[in-house]
């Protein structure tokens, strides 16, 4: 049964920081690129970042590159995301899955960037 268990999110003044990670159970995350959404009230779920099997970086939404990065532990089957410089436009849910998506999804993980 593949589970995503996301955590980390919180509220953070803008510029501050965040790291999420998201355990993994059912796959292993060498196995699969790995994704990051997140999704605001009323909208549709937007892809942030992918990460191949590699560990390294594919994409970047255009609105989060250069401050978020993304990453896995092999060891660990975990799926992170260190998330700088953040903006009230941040605020969301932020979810994990993986490539091909899966129909299951974690809970999710709030972030709150507010002063």
């Known amino acids: 049964q593949v589970q995503f268990v996301e955590s980390g999110g919180g509220w953070v003044q803008p510029g501050g920081s965040l790291r999420l990670s998201c355990t993994v159970s059912?796959?292993?995350?060498?196995?699969?690129?790995m994704t990051w959404y997140r999704q605001e009230p009323g909208k549709e779920r937007e892809l942030v970042a992918i990460?191949?099997?590699?560990?390294?970086?594919?994409y970047y939404a255009p609105s989060v590159k250069g401050r978020f990065a993304i990453s896995t532990d092999f060891a660990q089957n975990t799926v992170d995301l260190q998330m700088n410089n953040l903006q009230p436009e941040d605020t969301a849910v932020y979810y994990c899955?993986?490539?091909?998506?899966?129909?299951?999804w974690g809970r999710g993980t709030q972030v709150t960037v507010s002063s």
């Open positions: 990460v191949e099997t590699s560990g390294m970086a594919h």
């Open positions: 059912g796959i292993s995350v060498s196995e699969y690129a």
């Open positions: 899955n993986r490539v091909p998506q899966h129909n299951t």
